[in-house]
T-cell receptor, first 110, second 113 residues
Framework: GEDVEQSLFLSVREGDSSVINCTYTDSSSTYLYWYKQEPGAGLQLLTYIFSNMDMKQDQRLTVLLNKKDKHLSLRIADTQTGDSAIYFCAETNQGGKLIFGQGTELSVKP | SAVISQKPSRDICQRGTSLTIQCQVD?????MFWYRQQPGQSLTLIAT?????????ESGFVIDKFPISRPNLTFSTLTVSNMSPEDSSIYLC??????????FGQGTRLTVV
């Protein structure tokens, strides 16, 4: 079946850029998502990208998609301590039915 | 966007009992989804709740254990039946707005003792 993989941990210093990577196996993915989950909270939709796009930028967030390699990344510019959270990559080819990666725990050190 | 409210936000339940989780959306949506997030794990889809028809369950999840209701386009419930400690998880409701945006409620944190 479809699979989504992420590295489990990332540690950066405040002010640096963070890059969280994700790979997926479903070649028929139509949308790919990035969610943020803070401790004890639900999932916050950060951004999403359509599969025919290469890049999407939204303020400090940049999403890059390499469809050939089935690789998705999320870059957070000027990372702040408030960005510390778990970041989930997800994909779908059936609107609303998402397959999630295992999440990357981002730790931002002052 | 869609605002999703879940109730309860957390509960501690005795094994063998059942808990019904409510999900209310501030706009009409065709499809609602229920996910489970086991401790320290990612999210797994339990079922798709369609208004006016039976829910569609994913492999490994059955209606007897997780009955779902979808009485209208803004509301759904998920019941966790005959609970055991293995059911301790966060249960999340999600909606897809038709513009590819998939939003989640804040989740229900269930502990079974």
């Amino acid at each position: 079946g479809e699979d989504v993989e992420q590295s489990l941990f990332l540690s950066v210093r405040e002010g640096d850029s963070s890059v969280i990577n994700c790979t997926y196996t479903d070649s028929s993915s139509t949308y790919l998502y990035w969610y943020k989950q803070e401790p004890g909270a639900g999932l916050q939709l950060l951004t999403y990208i359509f599969s025919n796009m290469d890049m999407k930028q939204d303020q400090r967030l940049t999403v890059l998609l390499n469809k050939k390699d089935k690789h998705l990344s999320l870059r957070i510019a000027d990372t702040q301590t408030g960005d510390s959270a778990i970041y989930f990559c997800a994909e779908t080819n059936q609107g609303g039915k998402l397959i999630f990666g295992q999440g990357t725990e981002l730790s931002v050190k002052p | 966007s869609a605002v999703i409210s879940q109730k309860p936000s957390r509960d501690i339940c005795q094994r063998g009992t059942s808990l019904t989780i409510q999900c209310q959306v501030d706009s009409q949506v065709t499809m609602m989804f229920w996910y489970r997030q086991q401790p320290g794990q990612s999210l797994t889809l339990i079922a798709t709740a369609n208004q006016g028809s039976e829910a569609t369950y994913e492999s490994g999840f059955v209606i007897d254990k997780f009955p779902i209701s979808r009485p209208n386009l803004t509301f759904s419930t998920l019941t966790v039946s005959n609970m055991s400690p293995e059911d301790s998880s966060i249960y999340l409701c999600s909606v897809e707005t038709g513009r590819a945006e998939a939003f989640f409620g804040q989740g229900t944190r269930l502990t079974v003792v």
